[in-house]
């Protein structure tokens, strides 16, 4: 059987595919699909859940959309908290958002409180201390904030 006639329709569906999981409606959907179950009542879900609501908002923050990643990223705090295992990943990069939203102040205090909480040592991707506070003084300083 010659399956070589239908190597570029499916090379195409793929690539619409993803162009559309890469749109606003797609990502409406991804973020529909792991906000569907209500949290608390099974815990592996609750693992998927929030893993796939921290990769929506790395995706987002990736492309440049900061507003919208930001709103992924907060809801995956509020709905999972420090329970969830990116909760100190999801809180730096929702720091990184604001500050590119202009939001410096919000910015400033989340890097306060993973420093003041060595969120380091929950989560390495979190940057170490010092590098948390060389940003947070170049905030401040900069921004002239309080």
């Keep these: 059987m010659d399956l070589s006639r239908l190597k570029w329709p499916i090379i195409i569906i793929v690539v619409l595919g993803v162009g559309w999981l890469g749109s606003s409606a797609g990502v409406n959907y991804m973020v529909n699909k792991f906000t569907a179950a209500a949290p608390g009542q099974d815990a592996a879900q609750d693992k998927v859940d929030e893993a796939g609501l921290s990769r929506v908002g790395g995706y987002l923050l990736m492309t440049f959309r900061y507003a919208q990643a930001a709103t992924v990223y907060q809801l995956a705090i509020d709905r999972y908290g420090t329970n969830g295992v990116n909760y100190w990943n999801n809180q730096y990069s929702?720091?990184?958002?604001?500050?590119?939203?202009?939001?410096?102040?919000?910015?400033?205090?989340?890097?306060?409180?993973?420093?003041?909480?060595?969120a380091h040592n929950y989560d390495p991707r979190v940057p170490v201390d010092d590098n948390l506070r060389l940003r947070a003084a170049k905030l401040k300083e900069v921004h002239e904030l309080q």
Excluded: K
């Design 94 to 118: 929702l720091a990184r958002c604001l500050e590119h939203m202009n939001r410096f102040q919000d910015s400033y205090n989340i890097l306060q409180m993973l420093i003041s909480n060595s």
